[in-house]
């Protein structure tokens, strides 16, 4: 009796976390504001889990077949290349003679997740500013990050997602 309750609770579980899961499409259409689902996942990966929910969602689509490039165009929030100093820093990492910041996008190596991208568009979407509220500390000084990150590159068609929640 105690085996077929656990077999049960186990496809249970794994039904719910199915029927819970969005597609990575949905995910970048829902946060970045634009369509994405003509684009085809490349990949996709998600560290976030645990108590706080801390991770780094990371997510490559090829957009060569949608209207994803017209859509940034028309939506504000989109940035063009090249990045300002604080994306630069979260994507890739800057260093000069008296600091070295970042990547904060990084694999298990510390490698950045995102290629080098010559000509496309970004949108930052930094989580821990409320409107009506005290925006805080810049977004490199924080103690914490809470931040979405879209970036397009105009060359290959390739939209990168990165969340950073810490």
């Known amino acids: 009796m105690k085996k077929i309750f656990y077999v049960l609770s186990v496809i249970v579980s794994l039904i719910l976390y199915a029927c819970g899961t969005e597609s990575g499409q949905a995910v970048v259409s829902g946060e970045l504001g634009i369509d994405v689902s003509a684009c085809e996942v490349i990949s996709a990966s998600d560290t976030h889990g645990g108590f706080h929910g801390d991770g780094t969602t990371f997510i490559v689509l090829d957009c060569a077949d949608g209207d994803v490039l017209n859509q940034i165009r028309e939506k504000s929030g989109w940035r063009t290349f090249p990045l300002d100093d604080s994306v630069k820093a979260l ?20 490698n ?12 930052l979407i930094d989580r821990q500013i409320t409107e009506g509220w005290a925006t805080g500390a810049d977004i490199l000084h924080r103690d914490s990050f809470n931040f979405a990150l879209g970036l397009y590159d105009a060359d290959t068609e390739l939209l990168y997602y990165c969340e950073l929640d810490t």
């Open 112 to 123: 950045p997740l995102v290629p080098e991208i010559e000509n496309g568009y970004y949108m």
């Open 91 to 110: 994507v890739y990492g800057i260093e000069n003679e008296t600091e070295h910041i970042g990547p904060y996008l990084t694999d298990q190596e510390g």
